[in-house]
């Protein structure tokens, strides 16, 4: 069986206010992993800016880009200058009060292979996404590019075994988490422990479920409340790769700026996946409860209607 | 908010040929456990006899009980004698020819609270367990008790993300798998440590994905190949308890016997599932592919048919 590995670059980062310097920071690193070797670059979600979804606020809608447009020109030059696949996550403009928390996902020669609307939107203290972007109706496509089909998805979307599920019965070979994550304040240490744990633990676990390798991206450092509300945030790093049985490839720590190549063997997948079938054994004939918000008696009424 | 607590009792035993023996000290522990204040008891898979599907053999039919039958009373006499309610693991007789690995759940009074039938059925080399089990036709419906809303799945099935999601979407409050899993003695130590681990990290993550709380019971020690055609099985052990976060609440070792009451808040996950509201922001108009085999584009042209 012939090893086919993906180099992959991954790169938290510590954002600041400066837009500018942020993206001119991430052209430095995406160039420095290229010369690596990295044949796959993954950035953290919302790279360009601070995590704006602190506070809402409508004067933010100016941050949205067109796809295709400027920015998405500058990251397509990027991919195409250090011919790497370049997986980016922007704030996309679709139509005037239609927003949406995007992947674009570059090709070697710059030319845009796919991108994901990120399909579940959170919406609690600090995170108020459901205000900034409108749920993604691209479904859980994999993106196929010159290195391999790539199952991107986006933060929120981490939490759901049903997204990853799907994507690797469409033939995804990585599943790839842009993410924005971190500690409330207000938290107890052992509480900020559990809710990293639980963070790790989900996303391995759809490597595990899957056969499938993970790549998860998450930005780092302390933002502080726009408008001085709250205390902030306190994003956690803690980007990993983890390969097709949930296991550390890589892991980075949680307080600084990091730039790492992993290889990933995609090969790899094909074993686990003899040695564990699962989805030889799957009862699909059992699972359309999961097609419910809740299979309590009501909703069970109203089957007859589907 | 009122803090409910199920004080839940396991047992990690290692089985011999000795079935009268093993069905005593399994008698013995649970009455230990009820002493110690267990309200709910889990025994580990097929915990009456030594885990017989490491060879395909008509005779071992033998072993398989009718339920309700003699083996159910002797469990239902236990249940009722020690006032608790109790999850055992029994080869199901149903018809001649036709044979399951279910699940029965006992009431405090003795009488059968519920029964699943395993879902998922593995095969492969030492767990021959497509040879002896029909799939279940009982579908993922928690079992409800005096002490709570019980999940019970069965092994295989704790690497379905789907049984669990499905049981909570039912309502379980704790999603309980007995179990029984080893080392390949061929596999390297390295080899072992990945899969024992992931069997931790899928079965976490069911706890995290639905803000539930996880019961694993698995039988530990070596057992030989009835026909020493193999090296046997080594039964890993690490029975555990976690929380809602998948947050462990009780590990037992690898090596020993053990039992231990374990308590478990039920209101937890009430707290947790506020602040990780998954359930609410679920995208059940994108999951159809769930449904599928494989959702490649074969598939996807029988879907009109469905």
Redesign the interface.
Known sequence: MHNKIIKTGIIQQHNTDNIAGNRERLSEKIELLAQQGAGLVVLQELHDSLYFCQTENTSTFDLATEIPGNITDFYSDIARRNHIVLVTSLFERRLAGLYHNTAVVFEKDGNIAGTYRK????D?PGYYEKFYFA?GDT??EPIHTSIGTLGVMVC?DQ?????A??MA???AELLIYPTAIGYDANDTAEEQQ??R??WI??Q??HA??NGLPVVSVNRVGFEPHPDNHSEGILFWGNSFVAGP???FLYQCSNEKEEIAVVDISISRSEEVRR?????R????D???????????KNSRKSDKNR
């Open positions: 399909m579940h939107i959170p609690d749920p479904g859980f929120w939490w759901y075994p049903e997204g599920r799907i019965l469409k033939g559990r809710q744990e639980a633990t989900i391995r676990s595990v479920a049985q949930g296991e040695w564990w079938p699962y989805l054994d799957r009862r699909i059992a699972y359309p409860d999961i097609l419910q918000r809740c299979a309590d």
